[in-house]
């Protein structure tokens, strides 16, 4: 994992230094409210304030970015002359931001910027720095930028493989997170774990990761369901933690079904992309044929079998209402796609899928 990255409260301002380094001209790829609420946007403007920098900033990122949403921001940093970017916020802004470097750096692509984004043709790209405010993608961790494709009524990663330069971990901007958020963003990092530690493409090595990342977000688990508003500084910190390791650990394997099942779950349902892919976790496990593997991962989570976990989760996401029609297509997809199905270590079929839900 090539990026470079700083832990702590305030350590955007602390290492500043690491902006300094990656251009002369940024543009700050955002939300519209968040990063100002928490803080994190005013951190970054200072510190490109500090080293005198310039910067503009582009806070039109929907929640699951759309590719016309990053062409338009690609055509807004070419007509400023910007020469890297500063993601801040969860995986929306900071994948967003990668596939906008890629479409700045070759502006020729962004009149045909789904093409572009989703062939194998190489193209070189400006750095990107992030500044994570949640505690579930781990975006900044790894290489992955995933978009929405109304052309296709799903989202779909990009074909382009980019890590941020540098990434600045700091769990207080977590804290005006919405209950509902955290436990969505959680879920997604939980999942990463997972599906990482159960995974074609896993081994010792790349387990120390994700067992890693088990161990720590089971010891916060608890705190996650109590339907607390606010957390402890120490819970905060540990999901966020949780959320860098879980990053680590897909940036070696890949996700799996969960993962694809849940898009066109949040295409069509509107349901946040954390919770959606919780609904498949459950049967994922409960389906896995190496059920020894299962109990690993249940004990890392400190979860005494699979009925405590399915209890748990229930708890904490409730359960996926979805219609036949949309449970037969998005099976179809999933199914006639072998990419969607190569990290999964066993044979699939609609009769196993079935019984995931």
Not at 50 to 70: A, C, H, K, L, R
Not at 117 to 135: I, Q
Not at 166 to 186: E, P, Q, R, W
Request: charged residues 20%.
């Amino acid at each position: 994992m090539p990026t470079k990255v700083f832990c702590g409260r305030g350590s955007v301002m602390e290492n500043k230094g690491e902006l300094k380094r990656l251009g002369t001209k940024a543009m700050i790829v955002t939300g519209k409210h968040s990063s100002r609420v928490n803080g994190s946007l005013q951190d970054v403007e200072n510190a490109l304030q500090y080293n005198g920098q310039n910067y503009v900033i582009f806070d039109d990122i929907e929640e699951n970015p759309s590719v016309e949403t990053v062409a338009k921001a690609a055509q807004n940093a070419v007509e400023e002359q910007v020469d890297f970017f500063v993601a801040i916020g969860g995986g929306s802004p900071m994948d967003a931001a990668k596939a906008i470097s890629l479409l700045t750096k070759n502006p020729e692509a962004i009149a045909d910027a789904e093409k572009r984004l989703y062939e194998n043709t190489p193209m070189e790209a400006y750095p990107v720095a992030a500044v994570p405010t949640t505690s579930g993608t781990g975006s900044e961790v790894t290489q992955y930028a995933i978009l929405t494709l109304h052309s296709k009524h799903t989202k779909k990663s990009i074909a382009h493989k980019l890590f941020a330069e540098v990434a600045f971990i700091d769990y207080g901007y977590l804290k005006t997170s919405s209950h509902a958020n955290m436990v969505s963003t959680c879920v997604d990092a939980l999942a990463h774990l997972i599906e990482s530690y159960l995974n074609t493409n896993s081994n010792a090595y790349n387990r120390m990761y994700s067992a890693e990342g088990l161990r720590i977000w089971g010891s916060r688990k608890g705190a996650l369901a109590s339907g607390a508003e606010q957390l402890s500084d120490e819970d905060y910190e540990t999901f966020m933690h949780a959320s860098m390791v879980a990053g680590m650990a897909i940036a070696h394997t890949g996700t799996s079904l969960p993962h694809g099942l849940s898009y066109p779950v949040t295409y069509e349902m509107g349901i946040p992309h954390g919770k959606a892919v919780g609904f498949f976790l459950p049967g994922f496990l409960r389906n896995y044929e190496n059920q020894k593997e299962v109990e690993e991962v249940l004990s890392l989570l400190g979860f005494s079998d699979l009925k405590e976990f399915e209890d748990y989760l229930r708890g904490l996401i409730g359960e996926l209402q979805i219609t036949e029609e949309l449970w037969d297509s998005d099976m179809k997809a999933i199914l006639e796609n072998p990419a969607k199905l190569k990290n999964y270590p066993f044979s699939m079929n609609e009769e196993i899928l079935r019984r995931y839900l």
